[in-house]
Nanobody, 116 residues
Framework: QVQLVESGGGLVQPGGSLRLSCVASGRIFSINVMGWYRQGPGKQRELVAD???????NYADSVKGRFAVSRDNAKNAVYLQMNSLNPEDTALYYC??????????WGQGTQVTVSS
């Protein structure tokens, strides 16, 4: 099993920035992809960004040019730098991993609220 602990959410004004962090523990040797999903009020959970062990990155169209995902394999961590935040980015952000065995693991979520 993989355990994930997120941090870094909070309240920020429109145009501001936040950095989310997620640290994995447990069966970390099997992790291939690390990344972030989000679920806004009344919306379905959607992929924000992810990165595989080779550095291949995917972004949702809505965050391209504003968000940056990165990974530190030595620390078993994945980060999400979020810039130019707007109210539509308000959501519960979940860290996730996808293993070589096809197992997806989730963090508990961290709330990001963009409001003036």
């Amino acid at each position: 099993q993989v355990q994930l602990v997120e941090s870094g959410g909070g309240l920020v004004q429109p145009g501001g920035s936040l950095r989310l962090s997620c640290v994995a523990s447990g069966r970390i040797f099997s992790i291939n992809v690390m990344g972030w999903y989000r679920q806004g009020p009344g919306k379905q959970r959607e992929l924000v960004a992810d990165i595989d062990r080779y550095g291949m990155i995917n972004y949702a169209d809505s965050v391209k040019g504003r968000f940056a995902v990165s990974r530190d394999n030595a620390k078993n961590a994945v980060y999400l730098q979020m810039n130019s935040l707007n109210p539509e980015d308000t959501a519960l952000y979940y860290c996730y991993t996808f293993s070589d065995y096809g197992v997806r693991s989730w963090g508990q979520g961290t709330q990001v609220t963009v409001s003036s």
